[in-house]
């Protein structure tokens, strides 16, 4: 592993995603190496080294890259003037009931890795399990094996 280097670099967030003024530049700058980071320690969860498998794996450099992009874009249209609530997506009023209701846009707060994104790491597989409910030798087979 090699913490703190980013999959991504400034130019790449800014070529694949929208031009950035230099305050966004700055923010970017901080996110890459959370980011990357966050996602080493995804891959180590699940008994991986991300930086091993994209030095052995052709295009897995790319998609790091992308995940990456994908991740601090997300992060940067993340609203932070939400005042006391933090920032919502969706937000409704009442008058005469007092009814406020509110849905959170970020789930927990600040930086989150979808499933759809570990996924095109290769760092979650759906897995197919299949139970023989018939089974020779179980407790309860109707077959009297046990």
């Known amino acids: 592993m090699t913490p703190g280097v980013p999959y991504a670099t400034v130019e790449q967030v800014a070529a694949q995603w929208r031009n ?22 995804e891959a180590a969860n699940v008994g991986k080294d991300l930086d091993v498998l994209i030095e052995t794996g052709k295009v897995l450099k790319s998609v790091a890259s992308a995940v990456t992009v994908d991740i601090v874009a997300r992060v940067m ?33 600040g930086i989150f890795i979808k499933d759809t994104e570990l996924r095109r790491l290769g760092l979650r597989r759906q897995r197919i399990g299949v139970i ?15």
């Not at 530049?25 to 080493?40: F, Y």
């Not at 009442?94 to 970020?106: E, H, I, K, N, R």
């Open 20 to 41: 950035l003024s230099m305050a966004e530049r700055e923010r970017v700058s901080t996110l890459l190496p959370i980011i990357s980071d966050s996602l080493r320690q």
């Open 77 to 109: 249209m993340t609203p932070t003037d939400g005042g006391d609530m933090g920032p919502m997506s969706q937000f409704s009023q009442s008058a005469l009931g007092y009814t406020m209701s509110g849905t959170f846009l970020v789930p927990g707060g």
């Open 132 to 146: 023989d409910l018939y089974a020779k030798g179980r407790d309860c087979d109707p077959a009297g094996g046990g």
